[in-house]
T-cell receptor, first 116, second 114 residues
Framework: AQKITQTQPGMFVQEKEAVTLDCTYD???????LFWYKQPSSGEMIFLIY??????QNATEGRYSLNFQKARKSANLVISASQLGDSAMYFC?????????????FGAGTRLAVHP | ETGVTQTPRHLVMGMTNKKSLKCEQH?????MYWYKQSAKKPLELMFV???????ENNSVPSRFSPECPNSSHLFLHLHTLQPEDSALYLC?????????????FGPGTRLTVT
């Protein structure tokens, strides 16, 4: 069963507007963590934001915020005031503890295009 | 610049060649990872090293052979690859594997097998 689902293969947004990238997850572990990464065309995966399952507040990091809805098992990334440099692939990932260590399970990604 | 470097950035090799990918992290981390990113597929974890000891081999064919001589360096030795092995190979590091630590990635090596 897919543990991380990103249903939007591609999204576009006008510069300076906000955009929401969807992510749903599946786990029976009460303690987990959710990550968002950005991958520009250069290939490097850049860590953006983290949300822990026990965190009381939604995570924010500059223009990035995470809309965490635990009951719905969703962790959507919100990018405010989009910039042309935000055009990239975005991956949602979940920390899974198995085999004695933590590893990241990634979704298929969403390609975001910011239009001027 | 995330503190994780990978060389080479691009590699073209024949199916009978032997080559190695190199990863180096300057972050003082104790865990290092190899991932494979193929077109239209999620990132696949290949190997995990913690304090230079391999803790995960995610059913990777033996034509991929990792080596971690110290906590700062990670290699992926390649031999007799297949065209379906063409992909972006990403290295990552993290503070450890026991806690919830973000992973820092290198720029990747774009591998083409001809």
């Amino acid at each position: 069963a897919q543990k991380i689902t990103q249903t939007q293969p591609g999204m576009f947004v006008q510069e300076k507007e906000a955009v929401t990238l969807d992510c749903t997850y599946d786990t029976s572990d009460p303690s987990y963590g959710l990550f968002w990464y950005k991958q520009p065309s250069s290939g490097e995966m850049i860590f953006l934001i983290y949300q822990g399952s026990y965190d009381q507040q939604n995570a924010t990091e500059g223009r990035y915020s995470l809309n965490f809805q635990k009951a719905r098992k969703s962790a959507n990334l919100v990018i405010s005031a989009s910039q042309l440099g935000d055009s990239a692939m975005y991956f949602c990932a979940m920390r899974e503890f198995s085999g004695g260590y933590n590893k990241l399970i990634f979704g298929a990604g969403t390609r975001l295009a910011v239009h001027p | 610049e995330t503190g994780v470097t990978q060389t080479p950035r691009h590699l073209v090799m024949g199916m009978t060649n032997k080559k190695s990918l190199k990863c180096e992290q300057h972050l003082g981390h104790n865990a290092m990872y190899w991932y494979k990113q193929s077109a239209k597929k999620p990132l696949e974890l290949m190997f995990v090293y913690s304090l230079e000891e391999r803790v995960e081999n995610n059913s990777v064919p033996s034509r991929f052979s990792p080596e971690c001589p110290n906590s700062s360096h990670l290699f992926l030795h390649l031999h007799t690859l297949q065209p379906e092995d063409s992909a972006l190979y990403l290295c990552a590091s993290s503070r450890g594997t026991g806690g919830i630590y973000e992973q820092y990635f290198g720029p990747g090596t774009r591998l083409t097998v001809t």
